[in-house]
């Protein structure tokens, strides 16, 4: 497939680290939330995945941004916007959650943390948040402060960023549960750590400030990560599918309800807590969804999705679109995420596919895949 130049400007923006990863050899960017996100290092996006199942990454995740809410009503806001119920949030968690419109369509699948009573981040994918947001505080009175927090997000991944963090920060940071954050010191300053991250390696994402002292431990990290082999790295799409880690804009989007993309376990329709498309989605839930996104392995070597791509029974009836795909070097063949269609949602539904012109056949499986 031929490859194109991304062309930079002001409205593309840069991250805190761009300088730094463009002289440690980054090689192609996506855009995410209107900021330059890493997608390669080098060669092969293979050798970064192996390279990730092994050692430790750190990772310029600044797209990740984070649309902070605070004042009085900050509560109320936040879960307006999410079927999950946050009444019981506590102060130092990370809540996976859908953010979701009246017609109960997704808008966006963030971590949320709260950071005290009256202040929340919301750590988005890729949509404009904040925009949603304003709105929603502009029509019901709100009191509260909107705006893009200058934190720019960078990621240590890999079964060696407990080893490579502990080193640098002191042992305490081991003790961190997944989906905890709390404050490090480096440097003079505290530094807001969670244990969390877009990969099933392990790991660890720093808040970092705009500060001196941020930027030294990004520094720090490739210094006293020579002997657990750090490298730069960037979120894998070839890691990210076998550990079954959706994307939004990719595998869902606002055509999609949280129950289609299997989110039942952050979709709380018991609680007596107020949301949008709320009542939408207990109708959707009593009636049984009619597309969901489950995963497919395709006999092919090689693919490179950038569009849906329609996917047939043997009788050529659509069945669902592959949404996401990529190799697998485990399961020797392509593996993807797709959303497929009532009444296939049967575990080794066989399909038919064409890929850049071959007739190639596939099969749907549950997820996740491993
Ligand atoms: N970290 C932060 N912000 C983010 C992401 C992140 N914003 C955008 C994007 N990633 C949001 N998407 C996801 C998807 C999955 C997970 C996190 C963010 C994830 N899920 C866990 C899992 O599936 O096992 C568990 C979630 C839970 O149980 O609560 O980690 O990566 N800051």
New binding site residues.
């Given amino acids: 497939m031929k490859e194109y130049f991304i062309s930079k400007s002001r409205r593309l923006r840069s991250t805190s680290y761009t300088s730094r990863i463009e002289e440690q050899g980054v090689t192609a960017y996506t855009i995410y939330n209107h900021m330059l996100l890493p997608t390669r290092f080098g060669g092969p996006l293979e050798e970064l995945y192996h390279h990730l199942k092994e050692h430790v990454q750190v990772w310029d995740a600044a797209g990740?941004r984070q649309v902070e809410v605070n004042g009085k009503d900050s509560y109320k806001l936040v879960q307006l916007m999410t079927c999950r119920d946050l009444s019981k949030a506590k102060v130092g968690r990370c809540?996976?959650a859908p953010i979701i419109d009246d017609k109960a369509k997704l808008i966006n699948?963030?971590?949320i943390l709260k950071l005290s009573d009256q202040r929340w981040w919301i750590?988005?994918?890729d949509s404009d948040v904040e925009l949603f947001a304003k709105g929603l505080a502009i029509g019901n009175n709100f009191d509260v402060n909107i705006f893009e927090a200058k934190i720019d997000?960078f990621s240590v991944q890999g079964p060696k960023s407990f080893d490579l963090m502990a080193k640098v920060l002191g042992p305490k940071i081991r003790e961190l549960k997944f989906?905890g954050f709390d404050y490090y010191e480096f440097g003079g300053s505290k530094h807001l750590i969670a244990r969390?991250?877009?990969s099933k390696q392990g790991g660890y994402?720093v808040y970092m400030e705009h500060t001196e002292a941020g930027l030294a431990l990004y520094d720090k990290l490739f210094e006293a990560g020579v002997e657990f082999n750090v490298k730069p790295g960037a979120p894998n799409l070839i890691e990210r599918l076998e550990s079954s880690?959706?994307s939004y804009g990719n595998d869902m989007d606002i055509g999609d309800n949280p129950l289609e993309c299997g989110f039942d376990k952050y979709v709380n329709l018991e609680s007596e807590v107020n949301f949008l498309g709320k009542e939408v989605l207990k109708k959707v839930k009593s009636e049984g969804v009619k597309k969901k996104l489950m995963g497919v392995k395709i006999d092919s070597k090689k693919i490179n999705v950038t569009g849906s791509i329609n996917m047939y029974d043997k009788n050529n009836k659509l069945i669902g679109e592959l949404r996401s795909g990529s190799f697998n070097p485990m399961f020797k063949q392509v593996i993807g995420i797709a959303m497929v269609n009532k009444p296939y949602f049967k575990d080794t539904q066989e399909f038919q596919i064409s890929i850049d012109g071959n007739n190639c056949t596939g099969k749907v499986c549950d997820l996740p895949f491993i």
């Fill in positions: 990740q809540y996976y699948d963030p971590v750590s988005l994918s997000i989906f969390s991250g877009w994402e880690l959706l």
